[in-house]
C-alpha cells in the first residue's frame, strides 16, 4: 500500500514539473532585447518556453534575424520591433498565434518584406502599425488574422508597393462607445500602387482612411465592404485618376469625403446604400470633372459640399435622394454648367448655397425641391440668368439673399415661394431687372429687407414689398437701384399709384 501511494506522488510530481516545464513563462517583466547574442540566447536560456505575460521590444543595431524567438505562441505584452537597421526581413516568428497588446513594427532602416505572422490570430490590443520602414516594399503575411479589435495603420513606408496579407480578416471590431478602435489607415506611402490582401473584408467598425498613396484607382479589395461604422476619407492621393467601387456598401454611418487629389478626373460611387449618416464633400480637386453615382442615395444625414472643383462640368448623380439632413452647397466651381442631379430632391434641412461658380447657367434642370428650413444664397455666380430649377420651392424658413450675379435678370422660378422666414436680400445684380417672381411671398415674416445697387431693377412696387414698407416697421436698406426704386419714398409712390 505505502509503495502504491509512493508512486502516485511520484507520478503527480514529475507531472507536474513536467507541464510547468512545457508551459515556462519565462520572463518576470518587460523585455528589451537590444543585440543578436541576447535573441540567439533566449531559446537557450528558455528551451521549453512558449509563453511570455509581458511585452518584448527588439531594438539594436546589429540584430539582423529573430529566430531565437521561434517558439513563441504567445506574447502576453506588446511586441514592438524598431530601430533595428540590419533587420532586413522578419522571421522567427513563425509560430506565433496571439499578442494580447499592440504590434508595432516602425524605424526599420533595411527591412524589405514582412512575409511572417502567419499562424497569428489575435492581437488584442489597440493597434497593428507598420510605420516609418524606409526599404519596405512588401507586405504579404498575416494571413490566419481573422478578426481584431484594433486599428490597421500601415503609414510612411515610401517604397511599398503591396499589401497581399490578411486575406482571412473578415473585420475590424470597435469596442465601447468611443470610437477608439476598427480603422484602416493608409497613409503617405507614395509608392503604393495595388493592396492585393484584404480580400474578404466585409466589415469595418470605424473609419477607412486613404491618404497620400500612390493609387492610380481604388483597389477593387474594397468591393466586398459592407458595412462601414464612420467615415471613408480619400485625400492627397496625387496619382489617383478615378474613384469606383464600394459596389457592396449596405451602410456608411459617417461622412464620405474626398479632398485634395491633383489626377482625380472622375468619381462614380456605386455604392448599394441608400443613406449615408454625415456628409458628402469633394473639395480642391482640380482636374475633377465628373461625379456619378450615388444613384441608390435616398438621405443624407449633414452635408454635402463641392468646393473649388476647377474642372468640374456637371454633377448627374443622387437622383433619388429626397431629404437632405444639412446643407446643399455647391462653391468656387469655375466650369460648372449645370447641375443634372438632385432631381427629387424635395426638403434641405439647413441651407442650400451657390456661391462663385462662374459658368453656372442653370442651377438645376429640374427639382422637387419644396422646402428650405435653412437660407438660400445665390451669390458671385457671372452666368445664371434666372432660377427656373427652383420652381416648385415653397417655403423659405431662413434667408433669401441673391446678390453679385452678373447676369441674372429675372426671378424666374420662384414663383410657388410663399413663406420666408428671415430676411431678403437683393443686391449688386447689375442686369435684375424683374423680381416680380417673388410677389407671392406672405410679408408678415419678412424680417429686414435689403434692395441694393441693382443698378437696372426700376420696378419694385410688388405687392408683398408694398404691404411692409406701408404696415410692418422692419429694417430696410433700399438705396442706389434704377429710377422708381432708387428709395423707399419712390417704391411707396408706386404703391400707392397703383
Partial sequence: MKNIILKLFLFIFLYSLSNSTFSQYCLEENETFTTQEQIDSFVILYPDCTETEYSITIW????TNLNGLNKLIGIGGTLEIKYCPSLNEISGLDKLQH??????????????DINGFNNLTYIGGINLTINSNPKLSNISGFNNFEQGVLN?????NPLLTDIAGFNKLLSLNNEGDNFTTGTINLLNNENL?????????????NSLNIEANGFKELPITFNKIKNIGRNIEISKNNELETISGFDSLLHLNGYFKVSSCEQLKSCNFKAKTDSIFGYIQFVTCPVLDTIEGFDNLKYVQNDIQFFSLDSLNSVSGFNNLNTIGGSLNFNSNNKLKEITGFSNIDTIFTDLTLSRNKSLSHPFKTSHLKYINGNLTISYNDSIIN????NLLNTLNGTLEISVNKSINTFDGLQSLKEINNEIII???????DISAIGNINPAN?????????????DCSLDPIC??????SIPLNISLNKTDCKSVDEIIDNCNST
Fill in 60 to 63: 539594436g543595431e546589429n540584430i
Fill in 99 to 112: 499578442i494580447e497588446q499592440d504590434l508595432k513594427i516602425q524605424y526599420n532602416e533595411a527591412l524589405e
Fill in 152 to 156: 490597421i495603420n500601415v503609414t510612411a
Fill in 193 to 205: 500602387k495595388s493592396i492585393n490582401g484584404f480580400s474578404n473584408l466585409t466589415s469595418i467598425d
Fill in 387 to 390: 432660377l427656373s430649377g427652383l
Fill in 427 to 433: 443686391s449688386t445684380n447689375k442686369k435684375l431687372i
Fill in 446 to 458: 419678412v424680417k429686414s429687407l435689403t434692395i441694393y445697387l441693382n443698378s437696372s431693377l426700376s
Fill in 467 to 472: 404691404t411692409i414698407l406701408n404696415e410692418y
